[in-house]
């Protein structure tokens, strides 16, 4: 091993400095943020893109989906994401949807 010296030529030329450590970022997302990300998602809602994506995944088109949010975010690993997104969306407003429609029933059944 050579000694790291002052040079101008070689593998170890340069002024000799300390390496500096850096810490690692937070993984996730904090309450805080979610909590306005949500709020503002609720009051804007889903830009025409997120809506025509979630139009192909209704008519079961995830692949043509998936092409196209990447088309669209400029990365697989975002467009797979955002699809994600999306079908859980989607789901979740399934489930809505028939919790009121259970809830319809029930409200007629008593009267």
Do not use: W
Not at 44 to 54: D, I, L
Not at 57 to 77: E, H, M, V, Y
């Amino acid at each position: 091993m050579a000694f790291k010296h002052e040079m101008c030529v070689g593998f170890n030329k340069g002024h000799r400095v300390t390496k500096i450590t850096r810490k690692k970022g937070q993984k996730g997302i904090n309450k805080r943020n979610k909590f306005t990300r949500d709020l503002v998602r609720e009051v804007v809602g889903f830009s025409p893109y997120e809506r025509r994506c979630m139009e192909l995944l209704k008519i079961q088109k995830d692949k043509k989906a998936l092409r196209f949010c990447k088309k669209r975010l400029g990365n697989l690993t975002r467009g797979r994401k955002k699809r994600e997104e999306m079908v859980s969306v989607l789901t979740a407003q399934r489930k809505a949807a028939q919790a009121q429609a259970q809830a319809a029933a029930a409200a007629a059944a008593t009267k």
